[in-house]
């Protein structure tokens, strides 16, 4: 009724290789952009801007990245902090070494860092597969980190390994209220979001998913295995060092090696189970998932403790957390083993034939 | 060359202490094709169960061992009904995520119902050089060469009781007809199906000796390093010894844990102060992921065959 495509005819091949082929989607994307620039830098508190919408996209962009080389070229990593982390240290160095150059620039440049380092990481999933693909990603889970930490220079030789980020500063234009780094996020994360859908519509994408599928036949109907497997590693830790440097220049503002460890891979795998495996839309929602969920569980936890009454044990909260991670991961891959944008297809679904029902 | 023994030799016994939480990924695996990420967790509970029982419920020593054995039979079973038998048939990366999701589940369950503590845990083994153990039994210790001299007494006990383990198993395996049913499974699932063997059942049993190779190693681990959360990370430890071993492989998680332990121990010692210390946490990844390249199956794993 309210989501329906009939009538909507495509007239030429380009109207049917668009991304948002039915009106009612354009509408929809561009009411959430309006929402996204022009509402929210207006009317959000600086809270919500810090705390909930800046970590919302840092993590939606690591988990695009993830997305790419996991849910589309099918290689499993859990490695994705350790690739954060050369993002954010590459940028730190970028813009310490070379102080006139933009972030924008220094962004960039980190990005490609970190697709260096992940392509070399990514060339032993040219022998292996599977699980020793994803124990061998490990490797650079406590590698990366540990070397981050022991080379000095990395961190300038700061003491305690923690590293301050400079100011975000662009052809003179600093961004230093939460507004204004939002913004620049946004716009980021919202580039590489499209350039991320087209790169899984294009010929490149349809290989990952080809060599996702089975390896061997991918390879039988002449695509190049090695090639196509290091290019998902160098774009998706591009998009990781770039969710990195992002991480530590927008959202915390000083960080350390250590911060990037296996918990926060395994945040953005949940993410990606949770969202959708093999999805765009799915690393947005998931990440959102994610990131509110602990919020809420805070919140729910100490409100209903104070309408019980009770006194809440020292941790509670982070054991509710684990259970509730866990139980969520297990609950996702078991019944909607494709995650949050499955079950928004499915909406969409009911949406069109709604209130009839077939 | 006595101190390179000693060292070497530490490092085989403390790789015997990787073998003892690898063995119980290999189980499942063999048995069931899945990659069991939550083994580590199931090591903390075991162990946390075992000390909880004792504190919080005063229970004596045997009681306390029967009463988490039983409650880690029950958390395997649970987890292959409740968790795996909906995914039979899915890709084995669904399979190997949902047991991260386990891993975080279990690690929840096993503080939700134990606390947060530190707790020490006492069996009663003496940690120190054997030559004082030794003496202190009265025993005349000048026939033991000084390289043995300086082994762990601990340690040693607890190579004993891996072996012990492995024993055990492999008579299982071996001679009693649930093993042989077992092997049957971990050959072909179908097969095994087709001549009768109740599948379901099967892998009931394989988790609950799972459950009972992580008490063992919970057991060991915990009176070495205490029983706290970062208990989990052993496992962590074991996934280098499995890569190196192969998956499906029990001599492989032995073998691979000894090759890990001596490895370790002896890089931390002669390449470890070039880089300035600390390298025991990536050197054992770096050293399978090295061998991995040559031999993609591990040592003892099955050489897979592709057919498209």
Same mark, same amino acid.
């Given at each position: 009724?309210?989501?329906r ?28 952009l ?8 207006i ?12 970590p ?80 061998a ?58 350039v ?15 060599v ?22 160098g ?17 915390l ?7 990037f ?35 809420f ?62 | ?11 085989l ?59 880690m ?14 995914l ?22 096993a ?35 000084? =390289? %043995? ?9 607890? @190579? +004993? !009781?891996? #072996?012990?383990?492995?024993? *055990? &198993? ?6 009693t ?13 179908q ?23 992580a ?25 280098? =010894? %499995? ?9 492989? @998680? +032995? !073998?691979? #844990?000894?090759?890990?332990? *001596? &490895? ?39 050489k897979q065959?592709?057919?498209?």
């Amino acid at each position: 009724m309210f989501y329906r495509e009939a009538g909507q005819f495509k007239k030429s091949y380009k109207e049917d290789q668009a991304i948002l082929p039915i009106l009612q989607d354009k509408i929809g994307v561009v009411v959430i952009l309006l929402i996204a620039f022009v509402a929210i830098p207006i009317l959000a508190s600086d809270y919500w801007l810090t705390a909930i919408l800046i970590p919302f996209l840092v993590f939606s962009l690591a988990a695009l990245g993830l997305n790419l080389l996991t849910g589309y070229a099918g290689q499993l990593s859990l490695g994705t902090a350790a690739f954060m982390a050369v993002g954010a240290f590459a940028a730190y160095n970028f813009e310490l070494r070379l102080p006139y150059m933009p972030a924008l620039v220094s962004f960039v440049l980190a990005g490609l860092t970190t697709a260096i380092v992940g392509i070399a990481f990514g060339i032993p999933s040219l022998r292996i597969r599977g699980f020793y693909l994803a124990v061998a990603t490990l490797a650079a889970q406590f590698f990366i980190p540990w070397l981050l930490v022991k080379v000095g220079w990395f961190t300038n030789y700061s003491s305690s390994g923690v590293i301050t980020t400079q100011p975000i500063e662009i052809l003179g234009f600093v961004f230093d209220s939460p507004a204004k780094r939002y913004f620049l996020v946004l716009s980021i994360v919202a580039f590489l979001a499209l350039v991320a859908k087209n790169l899984v519509r294009s010929n490149l994408g349809r290989a990952w998913m080809a060599v996702r599928d089975m390896d061997v036949a991918a390879e039988v109907i002449g695509i190049k295995i090695m090639r196509t497997k290091l290019i998902a590693f160098g774009v998706s830790s591009f998009y990781c060092g770039v969710a990195g440097a992002l991480y530590a220049y927008a959202y915390l503002g000083s960080v350390e090696p250590d911060g990037f460890n296996l918990d926060l891979s395994f945040r953005i795998l949940f993410m990606i189970i949770i969202g959708g495996i093999g999805s765009i839309m799915g690393s947005f929602l998931g990440a959102a998932f994610i990131t509110l969920l602990p919020i809420f569980l805070d919140i729910v936890i100490n409100e209903g403790a104070e309408i019980l009454n009770l006194k809440l044990a020292a941790g509670v909260t982070s054991i509710m957390q684990l259970l509730v991670f866990g139980g969520l991961i297990i609950f996702f891959l078991i019944v909607e083993p494709l995650g949050l944008a499955r079950l928004w297809q499915i909406a969409k679904e009911k949406l069109r034939l709604w209130p009839f029902p077939h | 060359m006595s101190f390179f023994l000693e060292v070497l030799i530490g490092g085989l016994l403390a790789g015997i202490m990787y073998s003892l939480v690898a063995l119980g990924f290999v189980l499942i695996y063999k048995a069931s094709g899945v990659f069991n990420f939550a083994q580590g967790a199931m090591v903390f509970f075991a162990a946390l169960t075992f000390v909880g029982a004792q504190e919080k419920l005063g229970f004596p020593i045997w009681a306390a061992l029967i009463f988490s054995l039983i409650l880690m039979i029950i958390l395997g079973v649970l987890t292959e009904k409740v968790v795996l038998r909906p995914l039979v048939n899915q890709p084995p990366i669904s399979l190997f995520m949902v047991t991260i999701g386990l891993t975080f589940f279990v690690e929840g369950l096993a503080q939700l119902m134990w606390g947060t503590k530190v707790y020490p845990l006492e069996l009663g083994i003496p940690d120190e050089p054997i030559a004082i153990t030794l003496t202190r039994w009265g025993l005349n210790t000048d026939a033991v060469p000084n =390289v %043995l001299k300086e082994i762990n007494s601990f340690d040693l006990i607890a @190579a +004993i !009781v891996a #072996g012990t383990l492995v024993a *055990a &198993l492999a008579i299982f395996f071996q001679i009693t007809r649930v093993g042989r049913a077992l092997r049957a499974v971990a050959d072909d699932h179908q097969a095994a199906l087709s001549v009768g063997i109740p599948l379901k059942t099967i892998w009931a049993i394989v988790w609950s000796v799972a459950g009972f190779v992580a008490l063992v190693a919970g057991l060991m681990w915990g009176a070495r390093n205490g029983v706290q959360f970062a208990l989990v990370f052993v496992a962590l430890k074991a996934l280098p =010894v %499995l890569i190196l071993g192969g998956f499906d492989s029990v001599p492989g @998680a +032995i !073998v691979g #844990g000894l090759i890990i332990g *001596a &490895l370790e121990k002896l890089a931390e010692v002669y390449i470890g102060p070039y880089f300035g210390g600390g390298i025991e946490i990536w050197f054992a990844y770096v050293a399978a992921l090295l061998f991995l390249l040559v031999r993609p199956e591990g040592l003892f794993g099955e050489k897979q065959i592709d057919r498209v």
